[in-house]
C-alpha cells in the first residue's frame, strides 16, 4: 500500500515539476518580447476567440475581474488589445486584438514554439505520443472530477 501511495504522490509531484520548469523556460523565451506569461494567455485566448468579454477572459483564465482588468488595462496601453462596447449589452466590454497585437501573437508563437521543439526533441515520437495521449485522458478525468468545465 506505501508502495503505491508514494508512486502517486512522485507522479503528481512529477507533473507539478515539469509544469513548473516549462513554465520558467518559457517566460525565458517570452522575456526579450516585453510580455508576461498572464499577458501571452490572454493574447492567445484572443487569438482563437476575438472579441470576447472581460468577464468570459477572467472565467477561462480563473482569473478574478479585478485581475483580468488590470492585465487588460497593461495590454490596452501598451497598444496590443482594445476594449469596445458589446453591442447586445451596455454593461459587457468586450476585447479585441488590434493589429499589433496580432503581430505580437506570431511572434510569441515561435518563440514557444522554438522552446517546445527544444523541451520534446529530448523524446522520440513514440514516447511523447503516448505521454499526449496519457495527459489528455488524466485532464479528461481532472475535468470530469471537477463538473465538465468547458475546455476551450
Not at 11 to 24: A, E, K, Q, T, Y
Not at 46 to 57: I, K, N, P, V
Amino acid at each position: 500500500m506505501q508502495k503505491e501511495l508514494d508512486a502517486y504522490l512522485r507522479f503528481g509531484f512529477l507533473i507539478h515539476d515539469v509544469s513548473r520548469l516549462r513554465r520558467i523556460v518559457v517566460d525565458r523565451a517570452l522575456k526579450p518580447l516585453g510580455i508576461t506569461r498572464s499577458q501571452w494567455w490572454v493574447l492567445a485566448f484572443l487569438s482563437r476567440r476575438d472579441g470576447m468579454t472581460q468577464t468570459a477572459l477572467a472565467a477561462d483564465l480563473d482569473l478574478t475581474k479585478v485581475a483580468i482588468g488590470g492585465l487588460v488595462d497593461r495590454m490596452e496601453q501598451a497598444g496590443f488589445v482594445e476594449r469596445r462596447a458589446d453591442e447586445r449589452d451596455a454593461r459587457a466590454r468586450r476585447v479585441y486584438l488590434t493589429d499589433a497585437g496580432q503581430t505580437l501573437v506570431r511572434e510569441i508563437r515561435k518563440s514557444v514554439e522554438a522552446v517546445e521543439s527544444e523541451i520534446l526533441d529530448a523524446l522520440p515520437s513514440d514516447e511523447l505520443d503516448a505521454a499526449a495521449k496519457t495527459l489528455v485522458k488524466l485532464k479528461r478525468r481532472l475535468l470530469d472530477l471537477v463538473g465538465g468545465i468547458a475546455d476551450e
